[in-house]
């Protein structure tokens, strides 16, 4: 699997890329079926929450997709990834039968 992580001009941390990208890691592991993913990164200005992230997942025939908004990345991030994987659950589990 590949995934990007795009982020316009919002600056990440080297701490918060390393961090998605073991999560994704551990993501490919379970669901060895995703074809590729993009992650999506703004910032919402002076509104609250302030973050928000998109995660968008090509699995075989499907765009899975989540967006969550949170006060940091990585809490949005980590519910949007949340998200992902009850939707391939659902996914692999509807494949299987």
Avoid: C, W
């Avoid at 316009?8 to 592991?29: I, N």
């Avoid at 928000?52 to 989540?66: H, N, W």
């Amino acid at each position: 699997m590949r995934y990007e992580l795009h982020t316009g001009s919002v600056k990440v941390s080297a701490t918060f890329a390393d961090y998605v990208e073991t999560r994704m890691q551990r993501l490919l592991a379970d669901f060895a079926f995703i074809v590729s993913s993009d992650i999506y990164v703004h910032e919402l200005g002076a509104k609250s929450p302030s973050h928000q992230i998109r995660i968008r997942v090509q699995v075989p025939g499907e765009t899975l997709l989540a967006e969550e908004k949170a006060d940091n990345f990585q809490e949005a991030f980590d519910m949007a990834l949340a998200a992902i994987r009850r939707q391939l659950t659902r996914y692999k589990e509807t494949i299987r039968s």
